[in-house]
């Protein structure tokens, strides 16, 4: 059994074998492109755990990430959670957004490699992309891993979602408390039903937020690229 398999099954993510393999083959083509250019700090021994396992631990409960329908994983850097969220649920139609060209490249090449026709890549902000008709409250999930504070992560998120959906964060132990910071952020852009679920795995501890979309969100939200971090909601 392969160490990633291993990882999986003991934090209880079960996987078919050609599920794994190619989750195998994105993690060595990410450490080879990582030698080239700057895609994670991750050292290669801990890739595993940190990047593979921790963007499936949610996968371990029904119902929290869909396994059809349509996601974005906004600012996904070289393709966390989004693309082994991609890997794991065929049917799912995965949308990976980010602002560098250099990291939306590598996305293209794993999506090519392991034949990914569910993957869609693009390059842009989340603030522009936020407000394209093409993809403004079209999704049913938004998700972001270690982007920003809840409160600025939510007008980067909820804009995509339709009502009906949600966002999900995966953040820190420290998300506990930026919680009742958001809550009337994730209210004004049509949000609602904060939940926190706590995910461990060997040695890190993270916590995922999830919120609702209540409503649809209102026209001037996203504001301007580097509006939402230099002056957040509140």
């Not at 409960?61 to 070289?78: C, H, N, Q, Y």
């Not at 602002?99 to 490699?113: D, G, H, I, S, Y």
Request: proline content about 6%; charged content about 30%.
């Amino acid at each position: 059994m392969s160490l990633l398999k291993e990882l999986l099954e003991k934090n209880g993510v079960i996987l078919p074998d050609d599920m794994v393999a190619k989750l195998e083959k994105y993690q060595e083509m990410l450490m080879d492109w990582n030698t080239r250019m700057d895609l994670t700090s991750v050292k290669d021994g801990d890739m595993a755990s940190r990047h593979f396992v921790d963007s499936l631990l949610p996968m371990r409960e029904k119902g929290i990430v869909p396994s059809e329908g349509r996601l974005i994983d906004v600012g996904t850097g070289a393709g966390f959670p989004g693309m082994p969220l991609a890997i794991a649920n065929p049917e799912l139609q995965v949308t990976l957004l980010d602002a560098q060209e250099k990291r939306c490249n590598f996305l293209r090449a794993v999506k090519e490699e392991l034949k990914l026709d569910n993957v869609v890549i693009l390059h842009g902000r989340a603030e522009d992309a936020g407000r394209d008709s093409k993809l403004r409250e079209k999704f049913d999930c938004a998700t972001a891993r270690a982007v920003a504070a809840l409160n600025v992560l939510s007008e980067y998120l909820l804009p995509f979602v339709k009502v009906g959906g949600k966002m999900l964060c995966w953040k820190g132990p420290g998300a506990v408390e930026e919680v009742p910071n958001a809550k009337s952020a994730i209210a004004q852009l049509g949000g609602g039903n904060i939940k926190t679920m706590p995910m461990a795995c060997e040695n890190e501890h993270h916590v995922l937020v999830s919120a609702d979309k209540k409503e649809k969100t209102l026209p001037q939200f996203p504001r301007k690229n580097g509006v939402p971090s230099k002056r957040p909601l509140k």
